[in-house]
């Protein structure tokens, strides 16, 4: 057998392991309440984490992975503002910016991985 065969992130087992997932996610739902704390706690809760619990890691990556898409739809909407469809784009955003960390986070508790649509891979 080859042993560079690709093998699925493994799924959180644990109660802890489960219930830091769902944190990792719901954290990004700080950015509604202050601002830089959306994006810094997530990352500092995977990096903090992901040696300690592996399956961790591949939540983590898709959590900023979303966060670094989501920057980038949020330049382009900001800048299609100007001719009124980019008003669309920030709504549709924000929608997606509370929808998905629930979903995932919800999925995280489960022992699930959901990947977020939309979201432009940077990190695999």
């Not at 042993?3 to 769902?22: A, H, R, V």
């Not at 994006?39 to 959590?63: C, N």
């Not at 299609?80 to 709504?91: A, D, H, R």
């Not at 919800?106 to 649509?117: C, D, Q, R, S, V």
């Amino acid at each position: 057998m080859n042993n560079m065969q690709f093998q699925p992130p493994m799924s959180l087992q644990t109660s802890e392991q489960k219930q830091m997932g769902m944190f990792l996610h719901l954290s990004q739902l700080l950015n509604f309440v202050l601002p830089p704390a959306g994006i810094v706690v997530p990352i500092i809760l995977w990096q903090i984490k992901k040696d300690e619990m592996p399956a961790l890691d591949a939540h983590g990556k898709m959590v900023v992975n979303w966060l670094i898409s989501s920057l980038i739809y949020f330049v382009v909407s900001l800048v299609l503002t100007i001719v009124l469809i980019g008003i669309l784009g920030l709504v549709a955003l924000g929608i997606m910016s509370v929808v998905f960390p629930i979903i995932g986070g919800i999925k995280a508790n489960n022992g699930e991985l959901w990947e977020y649509p939309l979201t432009i891979k940077f990190l695999k």
